[in-house]
């Protein structure tokens, strides 16, 4: 049933608030960020935004992800799974999708087969941990065609490189 245009526009900006409050408090605690390894102070590693369709969830490559590599390990896997816990009480189709910087790889894959086999991982680890529904979730690899900021710098380069999963409501009418 499609919901009129302002009926879904308020059921999304609820959701928005909801899960940006549910991962905030279960990945940070009272914390809103987390220190960065770097010089640069603070850096968030996992972000909600709310799209023209539905939500949009970042998260940053440089911290779930080691260079050149596909599968999760450690304490960002356990981050991973709250957010998929979170996710599937939305009870919403999602769609994974994996994107790098325009730095050719050096290592045994390219940048478009990184990034599909990132998604890939990441639409497993949801179906196999906590049995989000195989049929409401898909991936897709975008490689370097769809930046987010310059790859002319490294922080440009480190913005591109993320996964960004993709929350679909019914179509706005």
């Known amino acids: 049933q499609c919901l009129k245009k302002h009926d879904s526009e308020a059921i ?3 959701d928005l608030k909801i899960v940006k409050r549910q991962i905030k408090m279960r990945m940070y605690g009272q914390e809103k960020f ?3 390894k770097g010089d640069k102070g603070y850096e968030r590693i996992v ?4 799209t023209h369709d539905g939500l949009r969830v970042k998260l940053m490559s440089s911290h779930f992800f080691k260079p050149g590599q596909y599968i999760i390990q450690g304490k960002p896997l356990g981050e991973l ?3 998929a ?3 599937k009480k939305l009870g919403k189709p999602i769609t994974v999708e994996g994107h ?3 730095v050719p790889s050096r290592g045994k894959y390219k940048n478009w087969e990184i990034s599909s086999l990132r998604a890939s991982f990441v639409v497993h680890y949801f179906v196999d941990s906590v049995n989000f529904p195989p049929t409401m979730i898909s991936g897709a690899g975008y490689g370097d065609t769809k930046p987010i900021a310059s790859n002319a710098t490294a922080e440009g380069r480190k913005l591109n ?3 960004e ?6 179509q706005i009418k």
């Open 12 to 14: 999304i900006d609820e």
């Open 34 to 36: 987390r220190k960065s």
């Open 161 to 163: 490189r993320r996964i």
């Open 165 to 170: 999963i993709r929350i679909k409501y019914d």
């Open 100 to 102: 790098t910087d325009s």
């Open 47 to 50: 972000s909600v935004e709310r």
């Open 81 to 83: 799974k709250t957010v």
């Open 85 to 87: 816990e979170v996710l």
